[in-house]
């Protein structure tokens, strides 16, 4: 049960702060896990599994605030589902202890990349249509590959770009929906299939899985009402502060100081 409330938690401050970026559900789920000892595939798995749930009802939030460009959202998925489905047969064609650091070291870049963005003044303008298909490819596969991406890539990447925050937010998270269905079933039938060898056991892993979907619940149906009243900045700091703690925490366990 304390296992169950500490990633009900986590899931919601997650999904609140996903929410209110168009990112980072997925890179603070899946660095918690991992500071907990769970393998990145099954981490990645997991953390797409609770996705379907909370990307389904953070998108609806979106739809409902007319947040979604549906013309961006219609050039960014199926770049995104491609990249997504190589990901996870990517990262399921490794040993779990072989990938475990340089997901690690992915994921502290991506938590150094969001704060070292939050002192950045970003330009508004229209997003050249020829950056779309790279980020949607680049954020699927390493979403899927690290367990978390999607967003600190192509949010940032499109922000960068010139979008307008409310839309390219909107779109991303409601996007995100279809990226993670589509990765959660490449999982599963790499798993049927029998190319991942190395599954381990998600039954030990229900109450934290569990914990980030009632968690991220919670917080989804706010998701487009945080994007219009909540600072970028000071989110983004908190953010990135806390996935290079953790990432470093993971760092330093794996090169056995706590052993």
């Not at 970003?122 to 999607?150: Q, T």
């Not at 499109?158 to 779109?171: E, S």
Request: hydrophobic fraction near 55%.
């Amino acid at each position: 049960m304390e296992e169950f409330l500490l990633f009900v938690l986590v899931g919601f401050l997650a999904q609140a702060v996903d929410g209110a970026l168009g990112m980072a559900y997925g890179v603070i789920s899946s660095t918690t896990l991992l500071a907990f000892g769970v393998p990145p595939a099954t981490a990645s798995a997991a953390v797409h599994g609770a996705e379907i749930f909370t990307t389904a009802a953070s998108g609806s939030a979106h739809l409902y605030h007319r947040n979604i460009d549906w013309k961006l959202f219609a050039r960014l998925v199926p770049f995104g589902v491609a990249g997504g489905c190589l990901g996870a047969y990517v990262l399921t064609s490794f040993d779990g202890d072989v990938v475990k650091p340089f997901v690690t070291a992915y994921l502290a870049f991506v938590g150094a990349w969001l704060l070292l963005r939050s002192f950045r003044k970003i330009p508004r303008a229209s997003i050249p249509p020829r950056v779309v298909a790279p980020l949607g490819l680049a954020g699927g596969f390493l979403d899927a590959a690290g367990g978390g991406g999607w967003g600190p890539i192509v949010t940032t990447g499109l922000l960068g770009a010139g979008g307008a925050p409310r839309y390219v937010i909107g779109t991303v998270n409601s996007a995100e929906f279809l990226i993670t269905t589509s990765v959660s079933i490449a999982f599963l039938t790499a798993l049927l299939t029998g190319h991942w060898q190395d599954a381990g056991d998600l039954t030990n892993h229900v109450a934290a899985v569990g914990g980030l979907v009632v968690g991220g619940l919670v917080a989804a149906p706010f998701a487009g009402l945080i994007v219009k009243t909540l600072a970028e900045r000071t989110l983004l700091r908190a953010v990135g502060t806390l996935i290079v703690c953790l990432a470093t925490y993971q760092t330093l366990d794996l090169m056995g100081v706590f052993r």
